[in-house]
């Protein structure tokens, strides 16, 4: 089985990303952590990446596709299963994604949306904290750590992500409507779309993702 999660940031793609992979034992791939990883790493996608996402654009698709084709080529010897996070997100990398899942002969993926409205995005991710040594994610809203700007998990500190401040908030939820939105209407086509409230706790969103599976899949 191969899913794609998609939803305008802040709609909780990595948390119920990490409860997929503990529980279908699914490879989890997200363009976003693998740019932010290329940054740290100082490569040269990392480089071409930053300023870009920096203030919130999208990074070019074929840069995009060129990293999930290798990430897919690392793992598809032992899985063919995969979790797509943060991919497609233009009308573009729809068609880049159908042409990798033939190069690597996949099944088609379904899509899950999770939908929540703009109001909560922005507390979602102007609020959200992540803990800077072992990746917890608090918000100062909706979740705060016990002590402010300390982990409750390992004490460690807690930092925003440089992305969620409000101007770039903004931006990327502008791009979403614009240019990531449309996507959906490829795989409505294809029935191959099915849409979540997420606007619950994210157990209650982990079911309902849980159900659409079983009934689907
Ligand atoms: P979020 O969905 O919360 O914004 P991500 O970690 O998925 O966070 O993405 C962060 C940034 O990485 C995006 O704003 C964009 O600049 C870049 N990015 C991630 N995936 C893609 C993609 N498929 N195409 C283009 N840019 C991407
Ligand atoms: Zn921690």
């Known amino acids: 089985m191969n899913l794609i999660l998609f939803g305008p940031p802040g709609s909780g793609k990595g948390t119920q990303s990490a409860r997929l992979v503990g529980h279908y034992g699914m490879t989890h791939i997200s363009t976003g952590d693998a740019l932010r990883a290329a940054i740290r790493n100082k490569s040269e996608i990392g480089m071409r990446a930053q300023a870009i996402m920096e203030r919130g654009g ?7 596709t060129d990293l999930l084709r290798s ?5 598809r010897d032992t899985t063919d299963s995969f979790l797509f996070d943060g991919y497609p997100r233009t ?3 729809v068609m880049n994604l159908d042409q990798v899942i033939e190069e ?5 993926p379904a899509v899950i949306q999770l939908d929540v409205p703009d109001e909560t995005l922005i507390l979602r991710l102007t609020g959200r904290r ?10 100062i809203y909706f979740s705060p750590a016990r002590q402010n700007g300390v982990c409750d998990i390992c004490a460690g500190p807690l930092m925003k992500r440089v992305d969620d401040n409000p101007e770039t908030t903004r931006e990327r939820l502008r791009v ?9 209407e490829q795989y409505q086509e294809r029935g191959l779309l099915y849409t979540i409230d997420a606007t619950g706790s994210a157990d ?10 079983e009934e689907n899949y």
């Open 58 to 64: 999208l990074v070019g698709d074929e840069l995009v």
């Open 71 to 75: 990430i897919i080529g690392e793992h």
């Open 91 to 93: 009308r573009q990398q």
């Open 104 to 108: 690597f002969n996949l099944s088609p």
């Open 130 to 139: 992540l803990c800077a040594h072992c990746r917890a994610v608090f918000n």
């Open 176 to 184: 979403y409507h614009g240019q990531s939105r449309p996507v959906l």
């Open 204 to 213: 209650e969103v982990f079911r309902k993702i849980n159900s659409v599976i």
